[in-house]
DNA sequence: CCGGATCCGTTTCGATACTG
DNA sequence: CAGTATCGAAACGGATCCGG
């Protein structure tokens, strides 16, 4: 068979590895907010506009901290809020997250125009390292300055 | 709210649009059959070693038809064949499925070593564009090749 | 043989309600 | 604020069956 020798069908078949927690809905929003939103705090993922159920949010959460994805940190000065922050293995998620970005605006967005979609495009398109490298950047001062 | 004046937030809020596709496990590992392996037929993808049931599998190849990520061919000379081919939608998740590779390959077959993941993971970083190219431009001439 | 459809027990979903 | 509890509906997935 072709694929036998091909070194890309060889070294791709282990994608289905990470597909529990990157082939689901659910755990990709979650990791949206925290990268893009910068978000951290339970009811904070439950207003996000696709409403995950609270069942799921926790589930979830739950399994991204399993994975090393994400920390779970119980506030120090507020006791009663609970802290979840991006570990590397979830912030280097922002690759597979500017593909995802680039995809949907093409595919499902573009008739929006550039006001809603066209900076951030271009911005990805034309310099897509220093893009990548800022928004990480961002996520890792907000989690430096962040009194827990 | 911070999130209200970043555009990057604004234009990846729409990512769960295309999320019954490209945040399901089904649809991505028969993308990658695809993409990588050269599968269009019902039986090829059910040889995956992720094992397909027959009924995930052509409920997940009707939904990447309907939303356009590939056709659907009656064989002419092989009547009994039914091909299953990209469009152009379904070849772009490409650069996708290039991040999800790089980052299974790192997180979860590291330890293998070079002589299975290496290869292709300095290609992809070093040349990505070119990669990219290289296995679009693959597909593109095995469908033009194919004989239905 | 190929390309599915059907059946059926099990799991998961997701909406609403409720609680420490 | 950060979750559980509950429950009917939907999806899963393994096995088998079926028409061409």
Same mark, same amino acid.
């Given at each position: 068979?072709? &694929?036998?020798?091909?070194?890309?069908?060889?070294?791709?078949?282990?994608?289905?590895?990470?597909?529990?927690?990157?082939?689901?809905?659910? /755990?990709?929003?979650? %990791?949206?907010?925290?990268?893009?939103?910068?978000? $951290? %705090?339970?009811? &904070? #993922?439950?207003?996000?506009?696709?409403?995950?159920?609270?069942?799921?949010?926790?589930?979830?959460?739950?399994?991204?901290?399993? *994975?090393? #994805?994400? /920390? *779970?940190? $119980?506030? $120090?000065?507020?006791? $009663?809020?609970? !802290? !979840?922050? %991006?570990?590397?293995?979830?912030?280097? =998620?922002?690759?597979?997250?500017?593909? %995802?970005?680039? @995809?949907t605006?093409?595919?499902?967005?573009?008739?929006?125009?550039? =006001?809603? =979609?066209?900076?951030v495009? =271009?911005?990805?398109? /034309?310099?897509?390292?220093?893009? +990548?490298?800022n +928004?990480?950047?961002? !996520?890792?001062? @907000?989690?430096?300055?962040?009194?827990?």
């Amino acid at each position: 068979m072709e &694929e036998e020798n091909n070194i890309a069908f060889r070294s791709l078949c282990p994608i289905a590895t990470g597909l529990d927690v990157l082939g689901d809905k659910w /755990t990709l929003l979650i %990791l949206r907010d925290m990268i893009f939103g910068h978000k $951290k %705090l339970f009811n &904070e #993922f439950k207003e996000s506009p696709e409403k995950v159920p609270s069942k799921m949010l926790s589930n979830r959460l739950r399994k991204l901290e399993n *994975r090393g #994805f994400i /920390t *779970r940190a $119980k506030g $120090k000065i507020n006791k $009663k809020s609970v !802290y !979840y922050l %991006l570990e590397d293995k979830g912030l280097e =998620t922002l690759p597979l997250m500017v593909e %995802l970005m680039l @995809f949907t605006t093409k595919y499902y967005y573009d008739h929006l125009g550039d =006001t809603y =979609t066209g900076d951030v495009k =271009t911005k990805m398109k /034309t310099d897509r390292a220093n893009y +990548i490298k800022n +928004i990480s950047t961002n !996520y890792a001062q @907000f989690k430096k300055m962040l009194v827990i």
